[in-house]
C-alpha cells in the first residue's frame, strides 16, 4: 500500500466514485468537499453524491441501451456510485431511478467508514498545493469561481459554459387522480417496477395549446450580463425554451403520449406529463423533462394549468445553474491529465461529459489512472469497443476541440462491429445494439482481467 494520499477534490458523483476506486487499490485518499462551509446554487444538503437534476440514472437496458450497458460496466469495475443506486432503487419503467436521500446517504456511509478515506470540510480555492503530487478534480459543473480561473489561467484556454435546468417536484397527495392515471409507456417493467410506474397527466387539444402558450408567456428568470451568451446543452433544454421551437415539439418530445391509454377516455391523449417517483415512500414524484426557468410564482401558476395538478403542491420548484467545462480534447491526454499540469487529473461532468451516469464513469476512470500511477505503473485505457473506452476516447481527442459540446454517452462513439460485407445481411436496429453491447461486455472482461493478472 503506498503512504501518500491522492487528494480528490469534490464530493459528487464523479469525486466519490474516483475515491472509492483508488481505495479498493489499497492508496489513501483525502476527499475535500466544500459544502457545508460554502454552499452552491443548486444543492441543499453536505451529503456525498447529492443528486440535484434529476433522480433518474435513465435506462438499465444493458443489451439495447449505451447507458444501461456503461450501468452494466461500471457494476463490473466495482462501482460505488452503481452499487449504491442499486441499493436505493425506486419503480421506474425500464428506468433506473433512485430515492435521493437513501442514495446519497449509502455513497457517504460508505466513504466516512473506509479507514483510507479522510474527509475534509471547505474550499480548494485557487490551484491545489504543490506538494499534492497526485490530485483529482472532479469539482463538477459548479467549480468555484476561484479553482475555475486559476484552471483558466493555467491553461490560456477559457472555459466552456451552458445552462442547465432543475425540473419541479410534487407531493404526491396533492395530485387529482380523477384526471391521472398510473401506467409506464408501454406497460413496460424495469428494475422494482410493475408497469405502471409513472403518473400521468393528460391533455386535451386545446388544454396543450392554452398549455404551450402559457409557457411562452410566463415570466423567466433574467441572465445577469456574463450568462446572456452561454448555450444551454441539448439534452437538458428548459420546457419553455423547447415550447418556443413549436407547437408541437413538446408532444413529440417530453410530453408524448406513444404507448399510454387514458382509462378515463379508453384513448391516447392529445399530450401528455409524466411524473417519476422521487423518494422510496412514493410520497414526492418529479415533472419528468420539466426543467424550466421561469420565476416561482410562473411556475406555480402555470404548472397547475396540467390537468391533475390544478391543486398541486410544490415540494421543490424548477432552477436554472450555470454549468462549466473544460475543452477537454484540447487540454487533457488520454489518462485525464491536464497538459499544462500532469499532477492534476480531471473528472467527471467539468471534462465535457453529461449525465450523472457519465460523470461517475469517468470519476472511476480518473481514480484507477491515479492508483496505477501512485503504485508505480499504468493502466491501460479501456478498450474503445466499451463504453467506459467510448466516452473517455471522445473526451480526450475523439471530439473536434472546435465544436466540443457536452456528450452523453451513445452508440455513436462506439467503433463499427464487424459485420458482412454484402450491405443486404448486415444487422439493424435493435439487434445492431445488441451486437455493440455484447461485444463491448466481452472486451471489458478481457480487459478487466488483464488488469488483475498485471497487479498480482
Known sequence: MSSKPVHVVGGGLAGSEAAWQLVQAGIPVVLHEMRPVRGTEAHQTDRMAELVCSNSFRSDDAEYNAVGLLHEEMRRCNSLILHSGDAAKLPAGGALAVDRDIFAGNVTDALEAHPLVTIERGEVAGLPPEDWDSVILATGPLTSPDLAEAVRGLTGEDSLAFF????????????????????????????????????????????????????????????????????????????EVMASRGIDTLRFGPMKPVGLTDPNSNRRPYAVLQLRQDNALGTLYNLVGFQTKMKYAEQIRVFRMIPGLENAEFARLGGLHRNTFLNSPKLLDG????????????????????????????????????????????????????????????????????????????????????????????????????LYSARALADLDAWLGAARLAAE
Open 335 to 434: 489518462e485525464l491529465r491536464l497538459k499544462a499540469m500532469p499532477r492534476l487529473r480531471f473528472a467527471g461532468q467539468v471534462t465535457g461529459v453529461e449525465g450523472y451516469v457519465e460523470s461517475a464513469a469517468i470519476g472511476l476512470l480518473a481514480g484507477r489512472f491515479a492508483a496505477a500511477e501512485r503504485l508505480g505503473g499504468a493502466m491501460t485505457p479501456p478498450p474503445p469497443t466499451t463504453a467506459l473506452g467510448a466516452l473517455l476516447g471522445h473526451i480526450t481527442g475523439g471530439a473536434d476541440a472546435e465544436t466540443f459540446q457536452p456528450m452523453n454517452v451513445n452508440f455513436g462513439l462506439f467503433p463499427e462491429p464487424d459485420q458482412d460485407s454484402d450491405p443486404k445481411k448486415r444487422i439493424r436496429g435493435r439487434e445492431r445494439k445488441k
Open 164 to 239: 442547465d435546468a432543475i425540473a419541479p417536484i410534487v407531493h404526491k397527495e396533492s395530485i387529482d387522480f380523477t384526471r391521472a392515471w398510473f401506467q409506464s409507456r408501454y406497460d413496460k417493467i424495469g428494475p422494482g417496477g410493475t408497469g405502471k410506474d409513472y403518473i400521468n397527466c393528460p391533455f386535451e387539444k386545446d388544454e396543450y395549446l392554452a398549455f404551450i402558450q402559457a409557457l411562452l408567456d410566463g415570466e423567466k428568470t433574467e441572465f445577469k450580463d456574463w450568462e446572456k451568451d452561454t448555450p444551454y446543452f441539448e439534452g437538458c433544454l428548459p420546457i
